[in-house]
């Protein structure tokens, strides 16, 4: 195809066209509201009131001295440990299976994806109910098995209730981190495989030394993102927990949510928000730089 | 801009909750003795079809979105009911019900405002907020007479009461106390003992406690703080604007020390019961007593027909009988920017004309059995026990309406009372003592404060 080029100012209008709409788009709906939102950290908007009275740096002067945004910090480092550790342990695991099974490769590979097709928030309320301390599946099973003395009040214990949230955020999730080890796992040279087979070397020996290191993209990859998806996670807390009991997984993103829509404080919540992102961005960065030493290429 | 973003995934996010928890209070207009006062007034018979259609009030067909707290199924049923009425009624008026998430109303209207999709007409709790960034268009004067009373801002009325504060009280198994002799008690350390006593007989929890919804503990909560505080000072919060009292004071310490002693007495895993549960404890024989509001009475009866309810008001420690009631600023009202068009703002007003005429009014007050706010009474088929409870309201030694629901200097920042409420369910679970529970609650008061301080913007 011929191009029309501008060859004045060497601007390829065809290229610009293509790009222009979907350039458009990010700009006018990512770039200008995270600029904006800046903006708005450094005031007191209630999000209703055309008024937004401008407090300097107040709102970060609070978060970094307040009692809740420090527990919602713990409770976020916390829950995001525990699901970034759980899950990609589940998920290889579950990709390992799906891999060295015989038979039913498809159907077991589909089964332990379909969590990740529902919705957070329907997943939420499957689990809340499972959980019910009186009449939840999970305290049944318990008693009917004769284990009644295991039961808990999962969801309103305060020392149980972020692990159970982070165990329906591993549930949900470790599907999906599977597809992405077990797309890796069948990129594993089988000659290499198989000639450490024949030099003598054992299953765990040739897992250890041979696919560990090859599939380490894969954990670059599902690292970052159960990382951001754990630092992220609002739908289950807000139907599982409200936050509580007290504020025992209340989370940034809760934090954010609740100061921004409920107590309207747009500001601070808009405050809250940039720490985040700039929370994700220092552990990602530090993230990437630890799993990229560890990457192999062939 | 970006909070429109957020607005708008939340947005997602809230109409995935919209089975969860039950509507708060009810909201407000008249005391129960005005109620029962004008009760002689107008008393109405339900027409056999009330379908018939009017005379058109609008220029060209117009659609009308209304949003409720849809929580509770009896407010879901009967506003239903009422707007498909009023739909018959008037064939070029549309009204459209949007889901309301009954369990974090005011949060979800809020979001429905962020992503502009604030409704034509709805029912409105946060009221002050939304009259002080002019989204509520006034009233006009012949719906406000319609009511009893109404809360007005600067002279005008923004919303029209659905109903007389939701009065709150122990709802218990009547027949279990009769069988065990157990009797209603007099007095605050009456209560206490039957507590025990059902404790030590061990069949059943003396209480079920809803504490996954915690507008629920609220309940609770109010019945203390209004115990504690209120009885020494009913202008705690205004002082503490003020800077005169804060958190710390003696009385609110008073105040999770007798909810730590009630408490004790709830089922195990009360903190994860949701309010939608605790009628299937006490119909199933699992707890014996429940603090709730009146609505709770028609959601028994729906659970088991045969359920013999009981009610008694729980006296204070200091031996008065205090009782929310009376009217509040809540209701029904109508979006300021839907009245820039006439036709919306007369079909808008025409709907509450319509709601609250006596025939339609009855459904909603039958089915959550409240007490009714406007001078021409419904003929209600309330039964014994709300009777009790019309006329213990009647006869008690305050009637107040609930500390959220209150406005001027009394007026809560945004979102206080959960902070509290939350707090409270961490000190009951001792998560937190008493001391450091207080000095939160002093610090997240003055960060409230700087942004929402009716007392100082009104001087």
């Given at each position: 195809?011929?191009?029309?080029?501008?060859?004045?100012?060497?601007?390829?209008?065809?290229?610009?066209?293509?790009?222009?709409?979907?350039?458009?788009?990010?700009?006018?709906?990512?770039?200008?509201?995270t600029?904006?939102?800046?903006?708005?950290?450094?005031?007191?908007?209630?999000?209703?009131?055309?008024?937004?009275?401008?407090?300097?740096?107040s709102?970060?002067?609070?978060?970094?001295?307040?009692?809740?945004?420090?527990?919602?910090?713990?409770?976020?480092?916390?829950?995001?440990?525990?699901?970034?550790?759980?899950?990609?342990?589940?998920?290889?695991?579950?990709?390992?299976?799906?891999?060295?099974?015989r038979?039913?490769?498809?159907?077991?590979?589909?089964?332990?994806?379909?969590?990740?097709?529902?919705s957070?928030?329907?997943s939420?309320?499957?689990?809340?109910?499972?959980?019910?301390?009186?009449?939840?599946?999970?305290?049944?099973i318990?008693?009917?098995?004769?284990?009644?003395?295991?039961?808990?009040?999962?969801?309103?214990?305060?020392?149980?209730?972020?692990?159970?949230?982070?165990?329906?955020?591993?549930?949900?999730?470790?599907?999906?981190?599977?597809?992405?080890?077990?797309?890796?796992?069948?990129?594993?040279?089988?000659?290499?495989?198989?000639?450490?087979?024949?030099?003598?070397?054992?299953?765990?020996?040739?897992?250890?030394?041979?696919?560990?290191?090859?599939?380490?993209?894969?954990?670059?990859?599902?690292?970052?993102?159960?990382?951001?998806?754990?630092?992220?996670?609002?739908?289950?807390?807000?139907?599982?927990?409200?936050?509580g009991?007290?504020?025992?997984?209340?989370t940034?993103?809760?934090?954010?949510?609740?100061?921004?829509?409920?107590?309207?404080?747009?500001?601070?919540?808009?405050?809250?928000?940039?720490v985040?992102?700039?929370?994700?961005?220092?552990?990602?960065?530090?993230q990437?730089?630890?799993?990229?030493?560890?990457?192999?290429?062939? | 801009?970006?909070?429109?973003?957020?607005?708008?995934?939340?947005?997602?996010?809230?109409v995935?909750?919209?089975?969860?928890?039950?509507?708060?209070?009810?909201?407000?207009?008249t005391?129960?003795?005005?109620?029962?006062?004008?009760?002689?007034?107008?008393?109405?018979?339900?027409?056999?079809?009330?379908?018939?259609?009017?005379?058109?009030?609008?220029?060209?067909?117009?659609?009308?979105?209304?949003?409720?707290?849809?929580?509770?199924?009896?407010?879901?049923?009967?506003?239903?009911?009422?707007?498909?009425?009023?739909?018959?009624?008037?064939?070029?008026?549309?009204?459209?019900?949007?889901?309301?998430?009954?369990?974090?109303?005011?949060?979800?209207?809020?979001?429905?405002?962020?992503?502009?999709?604030?409704?034509?007409?709805?029912?409105?709790?946060?009221?002050?907020?939304?009259?002080?960034?002019?989204?509520?268009?006034?009233?006009?004067?012949?719906?406000?007479?319609?009511?009893n009373?109404?809360?007005p801002?600067?002279?005008?009325?923004?919303?029209?009461?659905?109903?007389?504060?939701?009065t709150?009280?122990?709802?218990?198994?009547?027949?279990?106390?009769?069988?065990?002799?157990?009797?209603?008690?007099?007095?605050?350390?009456?209560?206490?003992?039957?507590?025990?006593?059902?404790?030590?007989?061990?069949?059943?929890?003396?209480?079920?406690?809803?504490?996954?919804d915690?507008?629920?503990?609220?309940?609770?909560?109010?019945?203390?703080?209004?115990?504690?505080?209120?009885?020494?000072?009913?202008?705690?919060?205004?002082?503490?604007?003020?800077?005169?009292?804060?958190?710390?004071?003696?009385?609110?310490?008073a105040?999770?020390?007798?909810?730590?002693?009630?408490?004790?007495?709830?089922?195990?895993?009360?903190?994860?019961?949701?309010?939608?549960?605790?009628?299937?404890?006490?119909?199933?024989?699992?707890?014996?007593?429940?603090y709730?509001?009146?609505?709770?009475?028609?959601?028994?009866?729906?659970?088991?027909?045969?359920f013999?309810?009981?009610?008694?008001?729980?006296?204070?420690?200091?031996?008065?009988?205090?009782?929310?009631?009376?009217?509040?600023?809540?209701?029904?009202?109508?979006?300021?920017?839907?009245?820039?068009?006439?036709?919306?703002?007369?079909?808008?007003e025409?709907?509450?004309?319509?709601?609250?005429?006596?025939?339609?009014?009855?459904?909603?007050?039958?089915?959550?059995?409240?007490i009714?706010?406007?001078?021409?009474?419904?003929?209600?088929?309330?039964?014994?026990?709300?009777?009790?409870?019309?006329?213990?309201?009647?006869?008690?030694?305050?009637?107040?309406?609930m500390?959220?629901g209150?406005?001027?200097?009394?007026?809560?920042?945004?979102?206080?009372?959960?902070?509290?409420?939350?707090?409270?369910?961490?000190?009951?679970?001792?998560?937190?003592?008493?001391?450091?529970?207080c000095?939160?609650?002093?610090?997240?008061?003055?960060?409230?404060?700087?942004?929402?301080?009716?007392v100082?913007?009104?001087?």
């Amino acid at each position: 195809m011929k191009m029309k080029n501008n060859k004045k100012s060497g601007i390829d209008l065809v290229t610009v066209s293509f790009i222009a709409p979907a350039f458009l788009f990010f700009t006018l709906f990512i770039i200008v509201p995270t600029i904006a939102s800046v903006y708005y950290s450094f005031t007191s908007w209630d999000g209703l009131n055309s008024a937004v009275p401008f407090v300097g740096i107040s709102n970060y002067k609070e978060i970094f001295t307040s009692a809740r945004f420090g527990n919602a910090l713990k409770n976020t480092m916390i829950l995001t440990a525990f699901i970034s550790v759980l899950e990609n342990a589940m998920a290889l695991m579950l990709a390992l299976i799906v891999d060295h099974v015989r038979w039913g490769k498809n159907f077991f590979r589909s089964a332990f994806y379909v969590p990740v097709l529902i919705s957070g928030i329907v997943s939420g309320f499957i689990w809340k109910i499972m959980y019910n301390y009186n009449f939840g599946a999970v305290n049944t099973i318990f008693k009917e098995i004769g284990l009644g003395h295991l039961t808990k009040d999962w969801l309103g214990s305060p020392s149980l209730a972020l692990a159970m949230v982070g165990v329906v955020l591993v549930w949900k999730g470790a599907g999906y981190y599977m597809i992405i080890y077990l797309a890796s796992l069948q990129s594993v040279p089988t000659d290499v495989v198989e000639a450490a087979s024949i030099d003598g070397a054992s299953p765990l020996q040739r897992f250890r030394a041979i696919t560990l290191p090859l599939i380490s993209g894969a954990f670059t990859i599902n690292f970052t993102l159960s990382l951001i998806n754990g630092l992220k996670v609002f739908d289950q807390i807000s139907v599982m927990t409200d936050g509580g009991p007290g504020f025992t997984t209340e989370t940034i993103v809760y934090l954010l949510y609740k100061v921004g829509f409920n107590e309207g404080r747009q500001g601070f919540g808009t405050a809250v928000g940039i720490v985040l992102l700039f929370l994700i961005l220092i552990l990602n960065g530090i993230q990437q730089s630890i799993l990229k030493k560890r990457e192999v290429q062939l | 801009m970006k909070k429109k973003l957020i607005a708008s995934v939340l947005c997602t996010y809230m109409v995935g909750t919209m089975l969860a928890g039950c509507s708060g209070n009810a909201s407000t207009g008249t005391t129960a003795a005005d109620a029962k006062a004008n009760q002689s007034e107008a008393k109405t018979e339900a027409p056999s079809s009330v379908a018939v259609q009017k005379t058109s009030i609008v220029t060209a067909p117009t659609e009308l979105t209304f949003i409720f707290a849809d929580g509770d199924e009896g407010a879901k049923a009967s506003m239903n009911e009422i707007v498909n009425r009023f739909n018959k009624t008037y064939p070029d008026i549309s009204i459209k019900i949007q889901p309301g998430n009954g369990g974090a109303y005011n949060e979800f209207l809020k979001t429905k405002e962020s992503v502009g999709e604030f409704p034509d007409v709805m029912e409105m709790r946060d009221t002050p907020v939304y009259v002080r960034a002019d989204m509520l268009e006034p009233l006009p004067d012949d719906i406000v007479t319609l009511f009893n009373s109404t809360v007005p801002f600067d002279g005008k009325t923004y919303t029209a009461p659905i109903a007389g504060e939701n009065t709150q009280g122990i709802i218990y198994n009547k027949k279990y106390f009769d069988e065990n002799g157990f009797t209603e008690p007099a007095t605050y350390d009456e209560f206490l003992d039957l507590c025990q006593k059902i404790k030590e007989k061990g069949d059943m929890s003396p209480l079920v406690i809803g504490g996954q919804d915690i507008w629920h503990i609220g309940f609770w909560f109010y019945k203390a703080y209004n115990d504690q505080v209120l009885s020494q000072d009913p202008d705690f919060i205004k002082h503490c604007y003020e800077g005169t009292k804060n958190f710390s004071d003696p009385s609110i310490a008073a105040s999770f020390e007798e909810l730590q002693k009630i408490f004790q007495y709830g089922q195990d895993g009360w903190v994860s019961t949701p309010d939608a549960q605790i009628t299937t404890f006490l119909v199933s024989n699992m707890s014996a007593m429940m603090y709730s509001g009146t609505h709770m009475f028609s959601q028994i009866k729906a659970a088991d027909p045969n359920f013999s309810v009981g009610w008694f008001p729980v006296p204070s420690p200091d031996g008065k009988t205090r009782l929310v009631g009376g009217g509040g600023a809540g209701g029904l009202a109508i979006s300021a920017e839907a009245a820039k068009d006439p036709n919306k703002k007369a079909a808008a007003e025409e709907f509450i004309r319509f709601f609250f005429q006596p025939e339609n009014y009855k459904v909603y007050c039958d089915k959550l059995n409240a007490i009714p706010s406007t001078k021409a009474l419904p003929d209600l088929n309330a039964d014994s026990v709300m009777m009790e409870v019309i006329e213990a309201a009647g006869k008690a030694d305050d009637l107040s309406v609930m500390w959220n629901g209150r406005i001027g200097d009394n007026e809560l920042p945004p979102d206080f009372r959960n902070f509290m409420y939350k707090t409270t369910i961490e000190v009951i679970q001792g998560q937190r003592d008493i001391p450091s529970a207080c000095e939160e609650l002093n610090k997240t008061w003055q960060v409230s404060m700087q942004s929402f301080n009716p007392v100082k913007s009104s001087k």
